[in-house]
Structure formats: structure tokens, C-alpha cells
């Protein structure tokens, strides 16, 4: 017996909760209010809901079907697995989509699917829902399209044409890694369609003779890397990630901690996934992209090429890197004061702006929101000096969290 | 003292004609009390007066601070006002006082900024809207009930206009309405009633919050600190999550618990499938198509792993001259194909300078795949090494026998390297022609990045003019041969 729509949802977005990518921002700003439809996207975009497992439900994130010929044994929807299967037809996804964002649970749709037939008759159902829910409904909310591999460029364009971001997943940091766990996927031709849709994205971005820019993939590409499923090291995931940000200038890498999936294949470790080791690579990766910190620099403290569980990135690498502190906040430069632990791109900002018209004491920051706690041993303001707190030898206990008695179950 | 009574309800406007008064009048800030109405302290016999707009009088004031004010005033903080006037005081002496982050008065400022912003931030995102009957003809109805912390409401109601246009809409709070009709967009200070009603879609978007949750990665705190409990009640799906948290931890064990099963039928099928894809050879496809379509799917050395793509060589697979270079660079390993970046164009111009025509030649690299290493956010080129080289000269040597050159140029001493096994440097043999086995030439001249490379000045000029002359002599060999 066919299945109702709401045991669908259900199937289709339980196969769907592994991916990590849910972010609506980064594109263009539009809106309805001239053109009489639905939607807007207005700059940052906006979580609509919280799960309990602490990730934000912006996007309606769903599987066009979880039939698969792929066999990825870190993949719920792989062919090897007993998952219950279902699918949509494009205009359930766009009715469920619409009537969604109508009730403002969300911010748009973020369309992923198993691949059935072949990459190419999969790609073109879901490039349908996404012209359908342009043109048909007049729908300027977030569209995310995650591309299917070895998809023909044709339909790759088009989505690109609809979509505000189009991704494509790399799922493991190496070459290796992913002719073991994913034989059917070839790195190759997902480098290959990263590549070709930077080079399409660039070529949208050149301004016509008439001076209009062609509107094509606003929020650009993005992928996921899955951590703790192969044996990669956090300094191998973010080479690849550096690779990845340079080679083909994607918005975004997603590290998604390996969870155990139901009906697991037998290659898999069946243990929780390690939330902090993934919490850990995001800091890394922000400190790659917006604190001008390189790859090596993040990753050199340690030399299993393993980030430090307990303490943030930034900070772990302070302690390995005493001898540039104290910083002076009343003297130092942009780029010296976004390296000290505790401060971030808008404390640096407005310290800098606020000391144009007055030295800098201790209380002064704690009034920026500043933990002094974790300040406060790496800088020197007026009237504070950190004296030799950088000397001392406990001081990475200081921060490093208290033991805890472990869980018996 | 002079007391100022206010409505307390957001109102910038009523603020601001007090506030201008007050300064015209050169009232200190300690010396004003603001007052709300129905505030305990005007029942103890101390009534507010009422101020008159003064419209002669002009203070001048940033644009910034009007635009903070705005925002502040929305808080709900009985301080608020006596707050904004004190700053205002300020700035008529500190004229760069907003900047100054760290002073009390500005952090306070910006700290119940912050609170309105995330209130109306929370607005937009928790608001739900339950479909009601319409009014209209053609257009659905929409009502939401919300309870903000601060007076947001009509700030924030141009987000749902600008979003929700096509239908018609109502957001009733504690604090103030929204209502929207397609054509007008009316908001009011008043108290709304919270409407009834329930919508089938609900269900549905339950079933999603509800299966989009995984059991293995529960974090309560984070899902908290961004949804806190306040806001639970009137959202939907919020109902479900002391269910999920209780049932998750027995949902992994039971996963873990689990043995993995048979595979489904489907699945031998496919496999057999993907089996028979593989053994397809390039058997039936011309020569030079053959080996490039093997050259894409090369493993032999690890540089296939960090680069996009094999690049293979390009031209007629009867020309006459064949160009080796040493490996593809940032915009070849984009593009896939020789030659297309910088190095290219020099290598371009030379070309037709000597009388070379590109398109008659075949231009190729030693190493198929491009080496690089990461500096900042950039991929800068590597030099390969023998062992790279020598693995890629398995493809080199089959392009060799497939295009058959009377001349080959060899750029650079990788190039050399390759087909010679040489490892002298170019300058010991650059510039004149060197029998190879089949009756080739082999002619060695730099590599175009090197001229690239080199500070613009005579000894670039130099290199250059010295690479034009070995390209003429290609030129002429090729006449000859």
C-alpha cells in the first residue's frame, strides 16, 4: 500500500538528518513586496527551530527518495541497507516547501536525494522542484540543491540558476578513504564538478556589455566531510578543507561528526560520534578563514596532527606560541590582537575604534563582553600586566576543563 | 527635578520631542525623572508634566545616535530613557562618544540594543503562522500569536510584509499587532487577545522536527541557550522535545544493539551492475582519445589525489611539433587543459611571434597532474620530483608514439628530464638541435614561468629575447625537417 504523506516525511527527513549543512545565508537580498509572491531572504538567515540535538532547523531538509545505487557504508540510504524507502513526486516537495514557509517554519528548502536510475534523472527531478517553486509559485525564499555526482553540466547549470547554493558532498578527507567507504564515488569527478562550478560561478559574476550580472548560485558551493568514519587526522580533513576553500573557493566546509546509523555496515565503528572533535575542526576552520591563522600554524601543536579535545584551537595554539604575548591592546594591530584567545572579529573592531579616544583598562573589555578569565594572562592594557603569568607552568591547567567523573552506562 | 511621563510603550517619537525640550532648556540629566505612566511612583502625588514639542528649537544630533535610539527605546527597561537623554547630554560635548564601546553609558546602550535586536530576531524566527478562514477572494489568511520581550512588534513587521506579501496576515502580541492585507500594512500599540485555532499543517511539521532529530548527538544546552523555554509554548513542535531527549539514549543503544542485516535484494542486483560497468575498456576509441581517457583515471603517483584533474596534452595528433612543459598550474588544473595561464599567454605570443601557429602544434606537460602546496588561501605551484616525473613518463612516452613529432621542445629542465632521463641543467643544452632515437630532434629552451618569475628589468628583457630567438630556431628546424 502506498504510503501517506506524512509516514514519507517522515522516512525522507529521517534520511536526511545526517547532513550538517543547514545554513540559509550567504546569498543575495530579495524579497516579495514588489513582485506579489513569497519570500525573502534578507542577508543572514534565520534558525527557525532548535532539535534537541542542538542544530538549528532552518531549512526544510528533506531526500527527493532514499532509493539508492550507491553502496557508501557510512550512508543510511546506501543500497546494502534495510531502511524503509520511499519518495516524492517534485510537487509534493514543492507543496510541502510552500505551505511550510507560509507558517514560517522555515526558511526555504534544502533538497538532497539517493540516486535512482541514473545521476542524471535524479539531478532533473530535482532541478524541477526548484524552477517549479521559482516560476510556478513566485518563491524567493532559500533554495539549496545538493548536486549529484556525475550529473551532466547542463543540469548542474540550470539548478544554478534557481538554487541559491548548490553543494556537492567530498565525504572524506582522502582519496583512499573514499575508495574504501564510497567505491561507487569517484574524488576525481567531484573535484571535477567543484571545479567546473567555480569556474561557471565566475563567469556568472563577469558583468554582460548590457552591465547586468547574471543571477547564478548566489551563495555559492559548499560540501561535508564526514569526521571519525575512516582514520583521517584533523590536520589531513583540513588540509583537504584548504584545499578545497583555495582549489575551488567554497563558502563553506561542513565537518559532520560520524554518527552511527541504523543497520550500519559491519566496516564502521558503532560509538557515539566525537561532538567535540567536530566542534573543535569548526573553530579550526574559523580561524583558517577569518583569522588569517594557516593550516600548519593550527595544527603544528600537536604532533599526531590531532586538535586538542579540551582546549579551543586558538588558545591551544597561544600556549604553544607564548613568546608573542603579552599583546599590548592599547598598541598592537589588527591582525596580532585577533590572535590573542578570547577575542574575536567584533572585539577587535570595536577595541580598536574605542582606543582612538581613550587607553584601554582591564574593565574596559569586560564591558565589551570579553572573558577576562581567558584574557587576561595574554595581554597587557592600562594598568594591567599579566607579569609573569605566561611563565607559569600550570597555566594550561587553568583552562583545561576539570576532570569529570565519567558516565557507568 | 523635573519629571518627564511617558507612555513606556516604544514610542520614539514621544521621547525624542521630550528629550529636544529638556536640552533646549539645558535640563541636566540627573535633574530629570522619567516617568511611566501607571509606574507606582505617580500615584504618590508627584503627576508628571506634560511637554509641549518646542518646533523653533534645533539640536543636532548624528544620524547614528537617532538610529540607536530608535532601537533602544524599544527595550523594556524602564531606564531606557533616562539612559538615551543622558547619552544625548553627552554627545553635544563628546562628540565621538557612540565609539567609545567601553564607556558605561555606551555599553549599556549597545547592550539593550542587542536585546531588541535579538528579540526581533526571534520574532521572525519563532513566529507561527495557523491558516484561518480568509476574508478576501484569492488570498489566504494567516494568524500568529507571539510574546516579545520588548515593545518589537512594529519594527519587525516590515520583515513579515517584505516576506509574506501574497497573503493576508495577522501577528497578535501582548505588545502591540501586525496585520497585513496586500495593500496596507497596520500595526498598533494596543494589547492584542491571543486568537484560537488549529492547522492540519501542524501535524506535518511535527512529523519533521520530530524525524529531522538525531538520537546519537543530543545537546540539550545548545538547543537552550538558542530557544529557551519562553518561547515554547506557543511554537508547535516544541511540545515533542522532553520525548525526544527521554527516548534517546535507549534509541542508540537499540541501534547499537542491532545486528546488521542481509542486505535487500536490490542491492546484489546493482552490484552485478557496477561489475560489468567496470570491465568497459577504451578499447574502441580512437588512439589519442584512448590515452587520455587513461591518463584521467591515473593513480600511479599520489599527486592525483590534491589535484582537480589529469591534464592531458593538446593539438593535432599529426603535428610536426610537439612542446613539453613541466606541469599543469593553478588555472591548467582548472581549466584541464596545457597552457591557458599566465606561462601560457608568454608562451602564446612567442609562438606567433616566431611564426609558430598554436593550433598545428601539440603542447603538452611532463607531469599530467598539478603539484602545489597551500599558502594562505592560495595553491602555489610545486616543482615535481623525479619520482613524479619518472612515474608520468608512462603517459608521455604513449602520447610520443601516438602523435610521432619530427621536432620536440623540451621547456624546461623537467621537461629535459623526462624524455631524456638527463638531469643536466637547461643551460648546458639549451639552443641547439639533439638527435633523439625515430629521427626526433630534440630542442631545449627555458620554461615560460622562469621568465615570469624574473624582476621585471634587463635581465628579464634578456631571458626573453633569448627564448624569442630558440622559438625562431624551432621555427627554422621545422622548415628543415
Not at chain 1, 174 to 192: C, F, H, N, S, V
Not at chain 1, 262 to 288: F, G, T
Not at chain 1, 332 to 337: F, I
Request: hydrophobic share 40%; charged share 30%.
Amino acid at each position: 500500500m502506498r504510503k501517506s504523506l506524512k509516514e514519507r516525511l517522515a522516512i525522507l527527513s529521517d534520511a536526511a538528518k545526517y547532513d550538517a549543512s543547514c545554513a540559509s545565508s550567504g546569498t543575495v537580498r530579495r524579497d516579495s513586496s514588489k513582485s506579489g509572491g513569497l519570500g525573502s531572504t534578507e542577508g543572514s538567515g534565520i534558525c527557525h527551530a532548535y532539535a534537541p540535538d542542538g542544530r538549528c532547523i532552518s531549512l526544510l531538509k528533506i531526500l527527493l527518495t532514499n532509493f539508492c545505487i550507491y553502496d557508501c557504508a557510512y550512508c543510511i540510504n546506501r543500497s546494502s541497507s534495510n531502511v524503509e524507502r520511499a519518495r516524492f513526486t517534485p510537487d509534493e516537495v514543492v507543496w510541502l516547501t510552500i505551505e511550510f514557509y507560509r507558517r514560517n517554519y522555515i526558511e526555504g528548502l534544502f533538497l538532497s536525494s539517493g540516486i535512482i536510475r541514473s545521476s542524471d534523472d535524479t539531478m532533473a527531478e530535482m532541478v524541477q522542484v526548484a524552477r517549479d517553486l521559482r516560476t510556478k509559485h513566485g518563491f524567493r525564499g532559500y533554495i539549496h540543491l545538493k548536486t549529484i555526482p556525475e550529473a551532466s553540466p547542463q543540469l548542474v547549470e540550470e539548478a544554478g540558476l534557481y538554487a541559491d547554493r548548490l553543494s556537492l558532498n567530498i565525504e572524506l578527507p582522502t582519496d583512499q578513504g573514499l575508495a574504501r567507504y564510497a567505491p561507487e564515488k569517484k574524488p576525481a569527478g567531484i573535484r571535477r564538478s567543484m571545479d567546473d562550478l567555480r569556474l561557471k560561478i565566475e563567469e556568472a559574476r563577469e558583468p554582460t556589455f548590457t552591465g547586468r550580472k547574471k543571477r547564478f548560485v548566489p551563495g555559492g558551493q559548499s560540501t561535508q566531510m564526514i569526521v571519525g568514519a575512516d582514520g583521517a587526522s584533523d590536520a589531513t580533513i583540513l588540509g583537504s578543507s584548504a584545499r578545497l576553500y583555495s582549489g575551488y573557493q567554497l563558502k563553506r566546509v561542513y565537518y559532520s561528526a560520524f554518527s552511527p546509523i541504523p543497520d550500519s555496515s559491519r566496516n564502521l565503528p558503532l560509538i557515539k560520534p566525537p561532538l567535540v572533535r567536530e566542534h573543535r575542526l569548526y573553530q579550526a576552520d574559523w580561524l583558517y578563514r577569518f583569522y588569517g591563522f594557516s593550516i600548519e600554524e593550527i595544527t603544528s601543536a600537536r604532533e599526531d596532527g590531532m586538535l586538542d579535545l579540551e582546549l579551543d584551537p586558538k588558545l591551544a595554539w597561544a600556549l604553544a606560541n607564548r613568546d608573542r604575548f603579552p599583546v599590548d591592546v592599547n598598541t598592537a594591530d589588527r591582525e596580532t590582537l585577533l590572535r590573542v584567545p578570547g577575542f574575536g572579529t567584533k572585539t577587535v573592531k570595536s577595541l580598536i575604534s574605542a582606543r582612538r579616544h581613550r587607553r584601554i583598562r582591564l574593565e574596559d573589555l569586560s564591558r565589551l563582553g570579553v572573558s577576562l578569565k581567558k584574557v587576561r594572562s595574554f595581554i597587557v592594557a592600562e594598568g594591567w600586566s599579566p607579569h609573569r603569568a605566561l611563565d607559569r607552568s600550570d597555566l594550561r591547567a587553568a583552562f583545561a576543563p576539570q576532570p569529570e567523573q565519567l558516565s557507568l552506562f | 527635578m523635573q519629571t518627564v511621563l511617558l507612555e513606556g510603550r516604544g514610542d520614539f517619537g514621544e521621547w525624542r520631542d521630550a528629550a529636544r525640550r529638556l536640552l533646549v532648556d539645558k535640563v541636566l540629566p540627573q535633574h530629570v525623572r522619567w516617568q511611566l505612566r501607571g509606574q507606582a511612583a505617580d500615584l504618590f502625588g508627584c503627576p508628571g508634566e506634560p511637554i509641549s514639542p518646542n518646533e523653533t528649537a534645533t539640536v543636532s544630533v548624528s544620524r547614528s545616535f537617532l538610529e540607536a535610539a530608535e532601537a533602544a527605546i524599544c527595550h523594556s527597561d524602564p531606564d531606557r530613557f533616562s539612559l538615551l537623554y543622558r547619552i544625548l547630554w553627552r554627545l553635544q560635548e563628546e562628540r565621538s562618544l557612540l565609539q567609545v564601546t567601553s564607556d558605561p553609558d555606551v555599553s549599556q546602550l549597545m547592550r539593550l540594543i542587542k536585546n531588541v535586536r535579538r528579540d526581533s530576531h526571534k520574532m521572525k524566527a519563532f513566529v507561527r503562522f495557523r491558516e484561518v478562514e480568509a476574508v478576501q477572494p484569492d488570498r489566504r489568511r494567516f494568524v500568529a500569536w507571539f510574546e516579545p520581550e520588548h515593545f518589537i512588534v512594529s519594527r519587525t513587521a516590515g520583515f513579515f510584509q517584505r516576506r509574506f506579501t501574497d497573503m493576508d496576515w495577522l501577528i497578535a502580541t501582548p505588545k502591540g499587532s501586525a496585520a497585513w492585507n496586500g495593500t496596507s500594512l497596520k500595526t498598533s500599540r494596543e494589547p492584542a487577545a491571543k486568537p484560537e485555532g488549529d492547522d492540519a499543517t501542524d501535524e506535518l511539521w511535527r512529523t519533521y522536527f520530530a524525524n529531522i532529530f538525531n538520537p546519537a548527538r543530543v545537546k540539550i544546552k545548545a538547543m537552550q541557550s538558542e530557544m529557551p523555554k519562553k518561547y515554547w509554548k506557543n511554537m508547535p513542535e516544541a511540545a515533542l522535545i522532553p520525548d525526544l531527549i527521554a527516548g534517546a539514549e535507549r534509541r542508540v543503544a537499540e541501534m547499537a544493539a542491532r545486528e546488521a542485516s542481509q542486505p535487500p535484494a536490490f542491492h546484489e542486483r546493482l552490484q552485478a551492475q557496477w561489475r560489468g560497468r567496470e570491465g568497459e575498456g577504451f578499447a574502441d576509441l580512437a588512439p589519442l582519445e584512448r590515452v587520455r581517457q587513461e591518463t584521467s583515471l591515473c593513480t600511479r603517483c599520489p599527486l592525483h589525489c590534491n589535484a582537480t584533474q589529469a591534464v592531458f596534452g593538446e593539438g593535432p595528433d599529426d603535428a610536426r611539433i610537439m612542446f613539453v612543459g613541466e606541469q599543469p598550474g593553478d588555472r591548467e588544473d582548472l581549466a584541464g587543459r596545457p597552457f591557458v595561464g599566465p606561462a601560457g599567454s608568454v608562451f602564446d605570443q612567442a609562438t606567433e611571434a616566431a611564426g609558430i601557429s598554436r593550433a598545428g602544434v601539440y603542447v603538452t606537460n611532463a607531469v599530467k597532474h598539478f603539484k602545489h602546496e597551500m599558502r594562505g588561501k592560495r595553491r602555489i605551484h610545486r616543482r615535481p620530483e623525479r619520482p613524479e616525473i619518472e612515474q608520468c613518463r608512462h603517459w608521455l612516452v604513449q602520447e610520443l608514439d601516438v602523435i610521432d613529432p619530427k621536432i620536440i621542445v623540451a621547456l624546461g629542465a623537467t621537461a629535459y628530464f623526462a624524455l631524456t632521463g638527463d638531469t643536466a641543467a637547461v643551460e648546458e643544452v639549451r639552443g641547439y638541435p639533439i638527435p633523439l632515437a625515430e629521427g626526433r630532434i630534440l630542442f631545449v629552451t627555458t620554461h615560460p614561468s622562469y621568465l615570469l618569475r624574473l624582476p621585471e628589468g634587463i635581465e628579464r628583457q634578456t631571458a626573453h629575447r633569448r627564448f624569442q630567438e630558440d622559438l625562431q630556431a624551432v621555427a627554422r628546424l621545422a622548415q628543415s625537417v
